[in-house]
DNA sequence: TATGAAAGTTTTAAATA
DNA sequence: TATTTAAAACTTTCATA
Protein backbone atom coordinates (compact mmCIF):
# COMPACT_ATOMS: atom_id res chain seq x y z
CA UNK A 1 0.00 0.00 0.00
CA UNK A 2 3.06 2.60 0.96
CA UNK A 3 3.96 4.26 -2.42
CA UNK A 4 8.24 4.72 -2.59
CA UNK A 5 9.05 8.13 -2.64
CA UNK A 6 12.33 9.76 -3.98
CA UNK A 7 13.36 13.45 -3.20
CA UNK A 8 11.88 13.97 -6.49
CA UNK A 9 8.96 13.18 -6.05
CA UNK A 10 8.13 14.84 -2.73
CA UNK A 11 9.48 18.29 -4.16
CA UNK A 12 6.83 17.60 -7.15
CA UNK A 13 4.09 16.90 -4.33
CA UNK A 14 4.61 19.96 -1.93
CA UNK A 15 4.94 21.67 -5.37
CA UNK A 16 1.10 20.56 -5.86
CA UNK A 17 -0.49 21.04 -2.66
CA UNK A 18 0.85 24.26 -2.43
CA UNK A 19 -0.50 25.15 -5.96
CA UNK A 20 -1.48 23.04 -8.61
CA UNK A 21 -2.07 25.84 -11.28
CA UNK A 22 1.51 25.97 -12.25
CA UNK A 23 2.98 24.89 -15.42
CA UNK A 24 4.96 21.50 -15.44
CA UNK A 25 7.77 24.11 -16.79
CA UNK A 26 7.44 25.73 -13.60
CA UNK A 27 7.68 22.78 -11.34
CA UNK A 28 10.14 21.24 -13.11
CA UNK A 29 12.30 24.25 -12.18
CA UNK A 30 10.80 24.30 -9.12
CA UNK A 31 12.63 20.81 -8.10
CA UNK A 32 15.48 21.22 -10.66
CA UNK A 33 14.34 18.93 -13.58
CA UNK A 34 12.53 18.78 -16.36
CA UNK A 35 9.75 19.03 -18.12
CA UNK A 36 8.90 15.30 -18.61
CA UNK A 37 10.66 13.63 -16.23
CA UNK A 38 8.09 15.35 -13.93
CA UNK A 39 5.22 14.63 -16.34
CA UNK A 40 5.96 10.77 -15.96
CA UNK A 41 6.24 10.61 -12.44
CA UNK A 42 3.15 12.96 -12.23
CA UNK A 43 1.07 10.33 -14.26
CA UNK A 44 2.73 7.77 -12.27
CA UNK A 45 1.41 8.68 -9.06
CA UNK A 46 -1.81 9.65 -10.70
CA UNK A 47 -2.27 6.55 -11.61
CA UNK A 48 -0.87 4.97 -8.35
CA UNK A 49 -3.78 7.02 -6.70
CA UNK A 50 -0.94 8.95 -4.38
CA UNK A 51 -2.43 12.08 -6.35
CA UNK A 52 -6.37 12.44 -6.04
CA UNK A 53 -8.79 14.96 -6.86
CA UNK A 54 -7.60 18.32 -8.24
CA UNK A 55 -9.79 21.12 -6.48
CA UNK A 56 -10.01 24.77 -5.55
CA UNK A 57 -10.47 26.09 -1.95
CA UNK A 58 -13.50 28.36 -1.88
CA UNK A 59 -13.84 31.49 0.82
CA UNK A 60 -16.66 29.68 3.14
CA UNK A 61 -17.64 33.09 4.66
CA UNK A 62 -18.16 34.99 1.82
CA UNK A 63 -20.04 32.20 0.30
CA UNK A 64 -22.34 32.66 3.51
CA UNK A 65 -21.11 29.59 4.95
CA UNK A 66 -21.19 31.40 8.56
CA UNK A 67 -21.44 28.46 11.25
CA UNK A 68 -18.98 25.41 11.05
CA UNK A 69 -19.82 22.84 13.89
CA UNK A 70 -17.57 19.73 15.17
CA UNK A 71 -20.15 17.29 16.35
CA UNK A 72 -19.11 14.66 18.27
CA UNK A 73 -21.51 11.30 18.87
CA UNK A 74 -22.08 8.51 20.82
CA UNK A 75 -24.19 5.97 19.79
CA UNK A 76 -25.54 2.76 21.61
CA UNK A 77 -25.76 0.88 18.58
CA UNK A 78 -23.01 -1.05 17.37
CA UNK A 79 -24.87 -3.69 14.80
CA UNK A 80 -23.67 -3.61 11.04
CA UNK A 81 -27.22 -2.75 9.99
CA UNK A 82 -27.09 0.50 12.26
CA UNK A 83 -23.92 1.89 11.03
CA UNK A 84 -24.10 0.87 7.34
CA UNK A 85 -27.44 3.33 7.65
CA UNK A 86 -25.65 6.15 9.51
CA UNK A 87 -22.79 6.37 7.19
CA UNK A 88 -25.02 6.37 3.98
CA UNK A 89 -26.50 9.27 5.81
CA UNK A 90 -23.08 11.31 6.26
CA UNK A 91 -22.18 10.35 2.66
CA UNK A 92 -25.50 11.51 1.06
CA UNK A 93 -25.46 15.05 3.14
CA UNK A 94 -23.07 17.49 1.69
CA UNK A 95 -22.54 19.66 4.79
CA UNK A 96 -20.41 17.15 6.40
CA UNK A 97 -17.22 17.96 5.83
CA UNK A 98 -15.76 15.41 7.48
CA UNK A 99 -16.60 12.22 9.14
CA UNK A 100 -14.53 9.92 10.89
CA UNK A 101 -14.87 6.74 13.56
CA UNK A 102 -13.02 7.02 16.65
CA UNK A 103 -11.38 4.72 18.87
CA UNK A 104 -12.56 5.59 22.60
CA UNK A 105 -15.98 6.52 24.08
CA UNK A 106 -16.94 9.28 21.72
CA UNK A 107 -17.61 6.90 19.08
CA UNK A 108 -17.73 9.58 15.84
CA UNK A 109 -16.48 13.41 15.01
CA UNK A 110 -18.23 15.40 12.26
CA UNK A 111 -17.07 18.20 11.10
CA UNK A 112 -20.18 20.33 9.72
CA UNK A 113 -20.62 23.47 7.19
CA UNK A 114 -23.43 25.24 7.08
CA UNK A 115 -24.55 28.74 6.56
CA UNK A 116 -26.09 29.38 10.18
CA UNK A 117 -27.30 27.91 13.63
CA UNK A 118 -30.67 27.45 12.00
CA UNK A 119 -29.36 25.23 8.93
CA UNK A 120 -27.21 23.29 11.72
CA UNK A 121 -29.96 22.95 13.41
CA UNK A 122 -32.17 21.65 10.40
CA UNK A 123 -28.84 19.26 9.60
CA UNK A 124 -28.97 17.69 13.28
CA UNK A 125 -33.13 17.11 13.74
CA UNK A 126 -33.06 15.08 9.89
CA UNK A 127 -29.95 13.37 10.88
CA UNK A 128 -31.54 12.14 14.28
CA UNK A 129 -34.71 11.17 12.80
CA UNK A 130 -32.56 9.07 9.71
CA UNK A 131 -30.50 6.89 12.73
CA UNK A 132 -30.75 6.61 16.37
CA UNK A 133 -27.90 8.27 18.51
CA UNK A 134 -27.06 8.05 22.01
CA UNK A 135 -25.60 11.62 22.79
CA UNK A 136 -24.44 14.41 20.37
CA UNK A 137 -22.20 17.33 21.31
CA UNK A 138 -22.08 19.99 19.13
CA UNK A 139 -18.78 22.51 19.18
CA UNK A 140 -19.46 25.66 17.78
CA UNK A 141 -16.28 27.09 16.11
CA UNK A 142 -15.55 30.29 16.65
CA UNK A 143 -12.78 31.07 14.56
CA UNK A 144 -10.96 29.23 11.74
CA UNK A 145 -7.42 29.95 13.29
CA UNK A 146 -6.03 27.37 10.60
CA UNK A 147 -7.25 24.84 7.51
CA UNK A 148 -4.86 22.97 4.87
CA UNK A 149 -5.49 19.94 2.93
CA UNK A 150 -1.40 19.52 2.84
CA UNK A 151 0.23 16.75 4.25
CA UNK A 152 3.82 17.34 6.25
CA UNK A 153 5.41 15.48 3.38
CA UNK B 1 -18.32 40.58 2.55
CA UNK B 2 -20.84 38.39 1.21
CA UNK B 3 -20.20 37.92 -2.93
CA UNK B 4 -23.60 37.98 -4.84
CA UNK B 5 -23.72 34.96 -7.04
CA UNK B 6 -26.10 33.45 -9.40
CA UNK B 7 -26.97 30.26 -10.77
CA UNK B 8 -24.53 30.26 -13.63
CA UNK B 9 -21.59 31.03 -10.93
CA UNK B 10 -22.49 28.55 -8.60
CA UNK B 11 -22.41 25.88 -11.71
CA UNK B 12 -19.19 27.04 -11.87
CA UNK B 13 -17.82 26.42 -8.47
CA UNK B 14 -19.32 23.40 -8.30
CA UNK B 15 -17.44 22.55 -11.27
CA UNK B 16 -13.89 23.87 -10.21
CA UNK B 17 -14.96 22.08 -6.91
CA UNK B 18 -15.03 18.93 -8.62
CA UNK B 19 -12.27 19.00 -10.87
CA UNK B 20 -10.16 21.97 -11.42
CA UNK B 21 -8.27 20.28 -13.69
CA UNK B 22 -11.31 20.95 -16.45
CA UNK B 23 -10.12 22.84 -19.61
CA UNK B 24 -12.71 25.94 -19.73
CA UNK B 25 -14.54 24.58 -22.80
CA UNK B 26 -15.71 21.69 -20.55
CA UNK B 27 -16.67 23.75 -17.75
CA UNK B 28 -18.40 25.70 -20.45
CA UNK B 29 -20.36 23.24 -21.69
CA UNK B 30 -21.08 21.75 -18.20
CA UNK B 31 -22.63 25.09 -17.04
CA UNK B 32 -24.26 25.61 -20.28
CA UNK B 33 -22.71 29.02 -21.40
CA UNK B 34 -19.35 29.55 -23.74
CA UNK B 35 -15.97 30.20 -22.79
CA UNK B 36 -15.38 33.78 -22.33
CA UNK B 37 -18.16 34.92 -20.20
CA UNK B 38 -16.99 31.76 -18.02
CA UNK B 39 -13.49 32.75 -18.10
CA UNK B 40 -14.65 36.50 -16.87
CA UNK B 41 -16.31 35.21 -14.41
CA UNK B 42 -14.11 33.01 -13.15
CA UNK B 43 -11.47 35.64 -13.20
CA UNK B 44 -13.73 38.04 -11.26
CA UNK B 45 -14.26 35.26 -8.63
CA UNK B 46 -10.56 35.25 -8.23
CA UNK B 47 -9.98 38.67 -7.63
CA UNK B 48 -12.58 38.94 -5.09
CA UNK B 49 -10.86 36.13 -3.22
CA UNK B 50 -14.12 33.68 -3.93
CA UNK B 51 -11.94 31.07 -5.54
CA UNK B 52 -8.70 30.48 -3.67
CA UNK B 53 -6.05 28.45 -3.45
CA UNK B 54 -5.78 25.94 -6.22
CA UNK B 55 -4.45 22.45 -5.22
CA UNK B 56 -4.50 18.26 -5.22
CA UNK B 57 -5.96 16.12 -2.58
CA UNK B 58 -2.88 13.31 -1.68
CA UNK B 59 -4.10 9.77 -0.10
CA UNK B 60 -2.82 10.03 2.99
CA UNK B 61 -2.24 6.41 4.24
CA UNK B 62 -0.31 5.67 0.89
CA UNK B 63 2.19 8.16 1.73
CA UNK B 64 2.89 6.73 5.17
CA UNK B 65 0.30 8.96 7.17
CA UNK B 66 -1.51 6.41 9.50
CA UNK B 67 -2.40 8.42 11.64
CA UNK B 68 -5.44 11.13 12.64
CA UNK B 69 -6.11 12.68 15.36
CA UNK B 70 -8.78 15.74 16.71
CA UNK B 71 -7.36 17.74 19.75
CA UNK B 72 -9.60 19.07 22.33
CA UNK B 73 -7.94 21.49 24.42
CA UNK B 74 -9.17 23.72 27.23
CA UNK B 75 -6.88 26.49 28.67
CA UNK B 76 -7.41 28.65 31.71
CA UNK B 77 -5.10 31.10 29.87
CA UNK B 78 -6.97 33.63 28.25
CA UNK B 79 -4.72 36.79 27.69
CA UNK B 80 -3.75 38.07 24.56
CA UNK B 81 0.17 37.02 25.09
CA UNK B 82 -0.97 33.42 25.48
CA UNK B 83 -2.87 33.12 22.37
CA UNK B 84 -0.63 35.24 19.92
CA UNK B 85 2.03 32.07 21.25
CA UNK B 86 -0.60 29.26 21.06
CA UNK B 87 -1.93 31.01 17.31
CA UNK B 88 1.98 31.26 16.45
CA UNK B 89 2.67 27.71 17.50
CA UNK B 90 -0.57 26.11 15.72
CA UNK B 91 0.14 28.06 12.17
CA UNK B 92 3.62 26.87 12.35
CA UNK B 93 3.44 23.28 12.97
CA UNK B 94 2.75 21.80 9.47
CA UNK B 95 0.95 18.18 11.16
CA UNK B 96 -1.97 20.79 12.06
CA UNK B 97 -4.34 20.62 9.56
CA UNK B 98 -7.35 22.19 11.19
CA UNK B 99 -7.22 24.56 14.37
CA UNK B 100 -10.12 26.22 15.26
CA UNK B 101 -10.96 28.59 18.52
CA UNK B 102 -14.44 27.19 20.18
CA UNK B 103 -17.63 28.64 22.17
CA UNK B 104 -18.22 26.68 24.78
CA UNK B 105 -16.20 25.16 27.48
CA UNK B 106 -13.26 23.60 25.50
CA UNK B 107 -11.33 26.36 23.98
CA UNK B 108 -10.09 24.57 20.91
CA UNK B 109 -10.05 21.28 18.76
CA UNK B 110 -7.24 20.49 16.36
CA UNK B 111 -6.57 18.16 13.50
CA UNK B 112 -3.46 16.88 13.74
CA UNK B 113 -2.12 14.15 10.90
CA UNK B 114 1.25 12.23 11.84
CA UNK B 115 2.84 9.32 10.79
CA UNK B 116 2.06 7.03 13.78
CA UNK B 117 1.00 7.61 17.22
CA UNK B 118 4.76 8.03 18.12
CA UNK B 119 4.90 10.81 15.84
CA UNK B 120 1.84 12.55 17.70
CA UNK B 121 3.73 12.25 20.93
CA UNK B 122 6.71 13.93 19.88
CA UNK B 123 4.06 16.50 18.76
CA UNK B 124 2.10 16.93 21.62
CA UNK B 125 4.96 16.82 23.87
CA UNK B 126 6.48 19.86 21.82
CA UNK B 127 3.15 21.79 21.79
CA UNK B 128 2.96 21.31 25.83
CA UNK B 129 6.27 22.85 26.53
CA UNK B 130 5.62 25.67 24.11
CA UNK B 131 2.65 26.66 25.55
CA UNK B 132 0.63 26.01 28.74
CA UNK B 133 -2.39 24.50 28.39
CA UNK B 134 -4.64 23.31 31.29
CA UNK B 135 -6.67 20.39 29.92
CA UNK B 136 -5.88 18.20 26.71
CA UNK B 137 -7.83 15.32 24.82
CA UNK B 138 -7.32 13.55 21.92
CA UNK B 139 -9.56 11.57 19.88
CA UNK B 140 -8.15 8.85 17.46
CA UNK B 141 -9.57 8.45 14.33
CA UNK B 142 -9.84 4.81 13.14
CA UNK B 143 -11.82 5.48 10.36
CA UNK B 144 -12.09 8.75 7.98
CA UNK B 145 -15.21 8.09 6.85
CA UNK B 146 -15.49 11.41 4.68
CA UNK B 147 -13.49 13.72 4.08
CA UNK B 148 -14.30 16.70 1.30
CA UNK B 149 -13.28 20.53 1.31
CA UNK B 150 -16.54 20.99 -1.45
CA UNK B 151 -18.94 23.39 0.21
CA UNK B 152 -22.46 22.33 -0.14
CA UNK B 153 -23.38 25.41 -2.62
C1' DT C 1 -21.77 37.44 -25.40
C1' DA C 2 -19.23 35.56 -29.34
C1' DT C 3 -15.35 35.08 -32.38
C1' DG C 4 -10.85 34.37 -33.31
C1' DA C 5 -5.99 34.88 -33.14
C1' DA C 6 -1.54 34.99 -30.28
C1' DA C 7 0.80 33.04 -26.53
C1' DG C 8 1.44 29.41 -23.69
C1' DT C 9 0.85 24.43 -22.07
C1' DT C 10 0.30 19.55 -22.24
C1' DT C 11 1.11 15.37 -24.29
C1' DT C 12 3.32 12.12 -27.24
C1' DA C 13 7.05 10.49 -29.97
C1' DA C 14 11.67 10.30 -31.56
C1' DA C 15 16.48 11.02 -30.66
C1' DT C 16 20.26 11.05 -27.48
C1' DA C 17 23.07 10.27 -23.54
C1' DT D 1 17.01 3.34 -18.44
C1' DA D 2 16.28 8.10 -18.06
C1' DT D 3 16.57 12.59 -20.14
C1' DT D 4 16.41 16.02 -23.76
C1' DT D 5 14.53 17.76 -27.91
C1' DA D 6 10.87 18.53 -30.91
C1' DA D 7 6.53 18.92 -32.68
C1' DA D 8 1.25 18.29 -32.68
C1' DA D 9 -2.89 19.04 -30.15
C1' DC D 10 -5.07 21.57 -27.02
C1' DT D 11 -5.95 25.66 -23.65
C1' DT D 12 -5.76 30.07 -21.92
C1' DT D 13 -5.93 34.75 -22.49
C1' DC D 14 -7.37 38.85 -24.45
C1' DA D 15 -8.55 42.25 -28.25
C1' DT D 16 -12.15 43.27 -31.14
C1' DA D 17 -16.73 42.96 -33.15
Not at 92 to 116: M, S, T, W
Not at 132 to 142: G, P, R, W
Request: glycine share 4%.
Amino acid sequence: MSFRLDETDRKILLQLQRDAGQSLDEIARQVGSSKTPVWNRIKKMREAGIIGQQTVLLDAEALGFEACFFVLIRTSEHEAEWQAKFLKALKERPEVQEAHRLAGDIDYILKVRVKNARAYDAFYQALISEVKVHNVTALLSMEEIKATTALPL
